[in-house]
């Protein structure tokens, strides 16, 4: 939706970091998601934040979030073929989604 | 515990046609919703239901229409098929903080 913003596609080498941005506007948001989708599949929650907290680490995922700019990003560490897919994100409020970011892995 | 079920999972339909898309789940969440997604474009939330008998429009509701009579089902009802509702079907169900969905019904209006 249009409260909840990406760049639609993002590059890296195999074992690279990987970053994917998103903003959003409603800051009554309690939390905020990413959830990963491969081809022909339906949505996978990959994590969530708290609105009360600035980052989450799960394994290879960072999450880093900024509540005085609305700004959310997702790092994926050491990044492999199979994290290729579309990443979205989504507020926790109405739960509006991004458009999505393709992530394209090269070997 | 099957999570949340779309039914059919693919669907040709012809202008003007109606149907109905249909959801199920299985965790007694209140919590339902239903998106569509085109290329491009993400998900877009077209109804959601915060409990039995109660509905609501998301972003993009026109053409379509919900119920909800128990807590477990949410379909939804296409009423004149056109040719903009080609696209793909997520339903999703959700307790305070973690949303699960379905795998998707794809429809296609010709």
């Known amino acids: 939706g249009e409260d909840v913003e990406q760049s639609l596609f993002l590059s890296v080498r195999e ?13 009554s948001s309690t939390y905020l998601y990413w959830y990963k989708q491969e081809p022909g599949a339906g949505l996978q929650l990959l994590t969530y934040i708290f609105s009360n907290m600035d980052m989450k680490q799960d394994q290879r995922l960072t999450v880093l979030l900024n509540k005085k700019d609305k700004h959310l990003s997702l790092r994926i560490a050491d990044t492999q073929t199979g994290d290729s897919a579309i990443y979205f994100c989504a507020d926790g409020q109405k739960f509006y989604f991004g458009s999505g970011t393709k992530l394209n892995v090269k070997p | 515990n099957a ?39 993400g998900l877009r939330l077209i ?20 119920s ?36 998707g019904t794809r429809l296609t209006v010709t």
């Open chain 2, 47 to 66: 109804h959601y239901s915060v409990g039995a008998g109660i509905t609501d429009q998301g972003e993009v509701p026109n053409g379509y229409n919900v």
């Open chain 1, 15 to 27: 074992g690279d970091s990987s970053v994917i941005n998103c903003t959003y506007t409603d800051s």
């Open chain 2, 3 to 41: 999570g949340v079920t779309q039914t059919p999972k693919f669907q040709v339909l012809k202008t003007g046609q109606s149907m109905t898309l249909q959801c199920a789940q299985d965790m007694n969440h209140e919590y339902m919703s239903w998106y569509r997604q085109d290329p491009g474009m």
């Open chain 2, 68 to 103: 909800r009579s128990t807590t477990e089902d949410f379909p939804l009802r296409l009423l004149s098929a056109a040719p903009s509702q080609t696209s793909v079907y997520f339903c999703a169900s959700r307790n305070s903080y973690e949303q699960y969905f379905g795998p």
